[in-house]
Each structure stands twice: as structure tokens, then as C-alpha cells.
T-cell receptor
Framework: DTAVSQTPKYLVTQMGNDKSIKCEQNLGHDTMYWYKQDSKKFLKIMFSYNNKELIINETVPNRFSPKSPDKAHLNLHINSLELGDSAVYFC?????????????FGPGTRLTVT | AQSVTQLGSHVSVSEGALVLLRCNYSSSVPPYLFWYVQYPNQGLQLLLKYTSAATLVKGINGFEAEFKKSETSFHLTKPSAHMSDAAEYFCAVTGSNFGNEKLTFGTGTRLTIIP
């Protein structure tokens, strides 16, 4: 059983389009995250939700909007895609917001904007 | 605020040789430190973590790391490299911040194993 799953795995789209990435975890965790990994492998947090409530919102363009319909799901919608949005997006989850809790990562979604 | 610096974006070692990946941290609060591994085309997986208990931390796949406060370091080691250790390794730091904890990652070190 996949603990943290993301769909799609690959996403190729043109500038200006709107796209969504879905994430689901079956670990019973309360906290979920979105990370962006750029072409140099640098990994940076974008958002974090705890029990469907937004708790971390880094400096991310308003074009990015996360939505958590329930504790097990955290989706990422991106409007008006730009070339610079090309990256690998990782979803992760943890038991809670305590700093020592391990984060479990999904396999990533490679977004290519042309 | 917290940050980590990983020295060496690429490290190559021979199979059977010692693996040493360097990580130095900066933190305004007592840090919690992590090493994650990323195999090609996969997500990150936790190798080990330091959470203010024992300073020498043992992880999966024979890896270990030692927290040295005086040197602000948390270097990752493995006595004998295996071909399957080839991957990208990330050091990360966080600290107790009243429920707003977030992981800050280093820039990663790509480990190559030479047969």
C-alpha cells in the first residue's frame, strides 16, 4: 500500500494554463505539506495543513492555492502557469506539527511548463 | 530562523570505503536535525534524526550521524559504502517554534559509488 500518493506523476502543460495536483495519505496523519524542488534539487516548503487548517504559508505566489477537503487529502491548484513553475512538487505528511515527527514523502509530480 | 549548509554538492567514494557527508547548521533555538535520502525519481525517505537525546544517532541502512553542538555539525557517516547507497542526501533542520515548525533543507549532496 502506498502511504503518500500523488497524481499525476508527470504533468506537461503550456504557459497560462491552470492545473491541479492531488495528494492522498493513508497513514492517518493530521498534517500534510507541499514542497517544491527546483532543477538544482533545492527543496522548499510551500504550505502546511493541520487537520484541514492552513498553518504554514510560505512566500508563494497567489496563483498557488492549496485545498484540504479532509485530513487525508491535500490538493494544489496552480493558476496561470509560468515557465518558472516547472519543478518537482512533493506532498508529505506527518503525525502532527511537532518538530520531531518524521515526514513521509510522496513520489513527486514533475511539472513541465512550456 | 534555521538553516543548514551541506559542504560538497557531489561526493564520490569507492565501494567499501567510508562515506562522510557534511552538514553544518544554524539555529536560534535548540535544533532538531534530520538526514533524508532521495533515490532517483523517488520521494525523500528519512535516514535518521536527532531530537536532543543521544548525540550519536543510528539510522537505517547502516548510516549514523553525530550531533556536535560545539561545531554546529551533524555529519552523516557509513563505514562501508554499497552500490545501493548512490542517491541524493539532504540534511534538514527544524526547531520548536510553538506549533509552526517547518523543515529547512540543505541543498543536497549527490553520492556516487565507484565500483
Amino acid at each position: 500500500d502506498t502511504a503518500v500518493s500523488q497524481t499525476p506523476k508527470y504533468l506537461v502543460t503550456q504557459m497560462g494554463n491552470d492545473k491541479s495536483i492531488k495528494c492522498e495519505q493513508n497513514l492517518g496523519h493530521d498534517t500534510m505539506y507541499w514542497y517544491k524542488q527546483d532543477s538544482k534539487k533545492f527543496l522548499k516548503i510551500m504550505f502546511s495543513y493541520n487537520n484541514k487548517e492552513l498553518i504554514i504559508n510560505e512566500t508563494v505566489p497567489n496563483r498557488f492555492s492549496p485545498k484540504s477537503p479532509d485530513k487525508a487529502h491535500l490538493n494544489l491548484h496552480i493558476n496561470s502557469l509560468e515557465l518558472g513553475d516547472s519543478a518537482v512538487y512533493f506532498c508529505a505528511s506527518s503525525r502532527g506539527t511537532v518538530a520531531t515527527y518524521e515526514q513521509y514523502f510522496g513520489p513527486g509530480t514533475r511539472l513541465t511548463v512550456t | 530562523a534555521q538553516s543548514v549548509t551541506q559542504l560538497g554538492s557531489h561526493v564520490s567514494v569507492s565501494e567499501g570505503a567510508l562515506v562522510l557527508l557534511r552538514c553544518n547548521y544554524s539555529s536560534s533555538v535548540p535544533p532538531y536535525l534530520f538526514w533524508y535520502v532521495q533515490y532517483p525519481n523517488q520521494g525523500l525517505q528519512l535516514l535518521l534524526k536527532y531530537t536532543s537525546a543521544a548525540t550519536l544517532v543510528k539510522g537505517i541502512n547502516g548510516f549514523e550521524a553525530e550531533f556536535k553542538k560545539s561545531e554546529t555539525s551533524f555529519h552523516l557517516t557509513k563505514p562501508s559504502a554499497h552500490m545501493s547507497d548512490a542517491a541524493e542526501y539532504f540534511c534538514a533542520v527544524t526547531g520548536s517554534n510553538f506549533g509552526n515548525e517547518k523543515l529547512t533543507f540543505g541543498t543536497g549532496t549527490r553520492l556516487t559509488i565507484i565500483p
